[in-house]
């Protein structure tokens, strides 16, 4: 249950992050409720796709599709009260709280099922990276694939902490709080300080 939880705060949260990207203004509710859902569900898609599992998790359990979708429902009547507020960057935040989220629970959930370590680590990162690339290219924002932000490097490093805490015998709870804590306060780090990758690390 307390896996189930986190895992429906994580679609809250990517599909709100679907919703307030500032690009989206002039959009009809149908097409900001497509980009809300498709970020939220995206990654997860893909996972399964790879990893052959019998049915996608939203159609195997159509919770996850109501809340994605209500959710960006929810997100479009607020986003004039959010941006009265002054909180757009609440974007940032909220793909943030996805990702890490998300990354550390497909990793705890496929290790602790037998998935060798850089499949769970892999799968992971898919999950929560995906969407809001798919998020970024609907919305016609800079992604992961054409800039040089430190973006997924924080989803493995959180994942494989994960993986070492958990064959340090650290109970799966507290090791996946402590990973999604890491991840995040990582994410914000890197966001906070605009740090990129350096010269040598990038192509030429």
Known sequence: MFTYVLEMVCIVAFAFSGVLVESNRGKDIISILLLGWVTALGGGTLRDLIINTEQVFWIRDPTYFWVALLSSCLAF????????????????????IGVSLFS????????????????????????????????????????????????????????????????????????????????????????????????????K
């Open 77 to 96: 009547f607020l986003i004039t009260e959010i941006r009265k507020s002054k909180v757009e960057k609440m974007v940032t935040l909220f793909d943030t």
């Open 104 to 203: 550390i629970l497909v990793t705890e959930k496929l290790y602790s099922a037998g998935f060798a370590a850089y499949v769970a680590i892999s799968m992971g990162m898919v999950t929560a990276v995906f969407g809001g690339v798919l998020r970024d290219i609907l919305a016609h924002r800079s992604n992961m694939f054409n800039n040089t932000e430190i973006y997924a490097t924080p989803v493995i490093l959180g994942s494989s902490l994960y993986v070492l805490l958990y064959n340090m015998e650290v109970w799966d709870h507290l090791a996946a709080m402590l990973s999604i804590t890491f991840s995040v306060s990582l994410r914000l780090y890197v966001v906070a300080k605009k740090i990129r990758y350096p010269d040598f690390l990038i192509l």
